[in-house]
């Protein structure tokens, strides 16, 4: 984690790197309770080994025994509440000098001097806040889950805009079952004081709780975490083993950016989902109405070309849906993958497709009385027509006209929807079987095309009115 500042109260002026683990353990015979962040430094100084032993247990001041430090709380134990309570991380130093050797053990850290404080400074990123308040706004909960005490995060979690009061700490997250703790992560804001290990349970009990989760992450610490969460992200200064678990790197260390993917990965969701719906009930249309139609027909209702024609033409508008404009109350909340949701609807939606096949069918027959070329050229200009209007009503849960479609879709549907009323009277296409139409017949295709938006428009507002 970056610093924005370091102070350093220490005897003397040699530099060092602190490396951290957590432990439960004695320290010099004397029962530590709890769980606290234990550092082990070695420095070579003068021809002597130091080694510099860490905690966030504080006592008395320089020139003590670190044995003698829980003796006497009361001189820095409200210094240390005081530099936690604004933000400021502090470590207690103690240190011994010991024979020049070539390696140092375990058993070295003892008899050790007390000297002084580290102090770490981090402030939250600038923005981070609005991005938070921007996050929540998506539906998206952000939780602070960290190994720093209580108290740091407490303060950390107040600047971004967090419920300070909804806090647990590793200590607590012990006494709780696997399935109790399910429903207390889900309620908890701030974790804090955790292990790697108990990083993971967290993730885990949030995803038993059906949430997608997302982890981000920068120190080894994090990487079962990591491992654990739906989608994990990390940052290019971070250490490698976070980078190596991470599903993405982020190039800068700004929120807005977990923000503006969220709401581009939920746009790109809204419109393949678009696709999806338009395809499957245009297509089960079409082909019930293929189907129901060879059976009373002395012909097939369409040649191999003219419906290979239908659908290359069909699916160029398609193209523009990837590029579409989404509508906000897509994108205001996570969704999820909805089988049955697809089903219903491509039933429902084709069933209307091919009742209006039908009575194109009836109006063929009996009032113009079409020839097998003729009904052919027909169907061939009513079914494309509807396949390009359907993406243009299905596209939105609102009224299709209260939502502009993307330039793409639209041009693209509009200029398909001329050439498909072309097609009859165009050069060459007697090689697919097409003769010019009657522009009556024209006419009243045009008007079957839109009694059919109109049904869609208002089976659309039935099935969304059913459909949360």
């Known amino acids: 984690?970056?610093?924005?500042?370091?102070?350093?109260?220490?005897?003397?002026?040699?530099?060092?790197?602190?490396?951290?683990?957590?432990?439960?353990?004695?320290?010099?015979?004397?029962?530590?309770?709890?769980?606290?962040?234990f550092t082990n430094v070695w420095v070579k100084k003068d021809g002597k080994w130091q080694v510099v032993a860490s905690q966030i247990l504080l006592g008395l001041g320089g020139g003590r025994k670190v044995s003698d430090m829980r003796r006497s709380p009361r001189r820095l134990w409200p210094r240390y509440e005081g530099w936690s309570r604004q933000g400021i991380r502090v470590i207690a130093v103690a240190v011994r000098n010991i024979a020049d050797k070539t390696s140092c053990e375990r058993d070295d850290e003892r008899d050790m001097t007390f000297a002084g404080f580290i102090t770490f400074l981090d402030r939250p990123k600038e923005g981070a806040n609005k991005a938070i308040l921007d996050l929540a706004r998506l539906g998206v909960s952000v939780k602070l889950i960290t190994g720093d005490n209580k108290l740091v995060a407490q303060h950390i979690a107040g600047l971004v805009g967090l419920r300070a009061d909804r806090l647990l700490t590793g200590q607590e997250l012990d006494e709780y079952h696997e399935e109790a703790l399910w429903h207390v992560a889900e309620k908890t804001d701030i974790l804090a004081e955790v292990d790697p290990n108990q990083k993971e349970r967290i993730i885990l009990s949030l995803k038993k709780m059906g949430h997608v989760v997302g982890f981000l992450g920068d120190g080894v610490n994090d990487a079962p975490a990591m491992h654990a969460a739906d989608t994990s992200l990390s940052v290019e200064s971070a250490a490698d083993v976070a980078r190596e678990a991470a599903d993405f790197v982020l190039l800068e260390r700004d929120l807005d950016i977990i923000r503006r993917g969220i709401e581009e990965g939920r746009k790109t969701f809204a419109n393949t989902l678009k696709y999806i719906l338009t395809t499957t009930s245009a297509n089960l249309g079409n082909m019930v109405s293929m189907a129901a139609a060879s059976l009373f027909l002395p012909f097939l209702p369409l040649t191999a070309g003219q419906i290979l024609l239908n659908n290359f033409l069909s699916d160029i508008p398609a193209v523009g849906i990837a590029d579409d404009s989404v509508d906000p109350e897509l994108v205001d909340r996570p969704r999820r993958w909805d089988i049955r949701f697809i089903g219903r609807f491509m039933i429902e939606f084709g069933v209307v497709s091919s009742t209006f096949d039908f009575i194109t069918f009836a109006v063929l027959?009996?009032?113009?009385?079409?020839?097998?070329?003729?009904?052919?050229?027909?169907?061939?200009?009513?079914?494309?027509?509807?396949?390009?209007?359907?993406?243009?009503?299905?596209?939105?849960?609102?009224?299709?006209?209260?939502?502009?479609?993307?330039?793409?879709?639209?041009?693209?549907?509009?200029?398909?929807?001329?050439?498909?009323?072309?097609?009859?009277?165009?050069?060459?296409?007697?090689?697919?079987?097409?003769v010019p139409l009657p522009l009556s017949l024209l006419a009243t295709l045009s008007g079957i095309t839109l009694l059919y938006v109109f049904a869609t428009e208002l089976g659309k507002a039935w099935f969304y009115r059913r459909t949360p």
């Not at 015979?29 to 606290?36: R, T």
């Not at 939105?396 to 200029?415: C, D, E, K, M």
Request: hydrophobic share 45%.
């Open 365 to 434: 027959l009996t009032v113009f009385h079409a020839t097998t070329e003729t009904f052919r050229t027909a169907w061939f200009v009513e079914s494309l027509l509807t396949e390009l209007v359907i993406a243009l009503v299905v596209r939105t849960r609102r009224r299709f006209y209260q939502s502009r479609p993307g330039a793409v879709l639209l041009w693209s549907t509009v200029i398909l929807a001329v050439l498909s009323l072309a097609t009859p009277y165009l050069p060459f296409v007697a090689t697919l079987g097409f």
């Open 1 to 37: 984690m970056t610093m924005d500042e370091v102070s350093v109260n220490v005897y003397g002026n040699t530099a060092v790197a602190f490396t951290s683990q957590q432990e439960k353990s004695k320290l010099n015979g004397k029962d530590i309770s709890g769980h606290y962040h």
